[in-house]
């Protein structure tokens, strides 16, 4: 059961991270179209997002490594509980809302690297808005794991 406890200590202290770089990534976007076509200004974002973006995805990696190990750990860990069992339901809606989560991410860099590249800026007040959508991803995710639902 202690192996258990610390896997899930630090999946959930990768999740952290990455909720951390899902949070801040469209923030640079928001800045970076505030900044308008000032060079210098624009290229500090840019450079800030892309290793933002990189550590982002390390520490996705990390936690859904530690969160396949929560999930079937049972299989080959001794005295591992199981998360694979009647009234798991919950695990699936939380699945589907991290991979949205993730895509939302993906889609943020790419908006990124496109805008490193000579793109369009984004306008501030619709990243402003966009910026607000993984929070209320985050507290279904939390209310779904903690309230395990169905």
Known sequence: MTLYLWIKTFHLVFVIAFM???FYLPRILVNLGEAGNQAPVRERLVLMGRRLYRFGHVMFGLSLILGLVLWFGYRVLPDFPTMVAMGTGWMHAKLALVVAVFVYYIVCGRRLKSIGAGGALPRPGAMRIINELPVLALVA??????????
């Open 141 to 150: 995710i939390v209310w779904l794991v903690l309230a395990k639902p169905f």
């Open 20 to 22: 951390a770089a899902v």
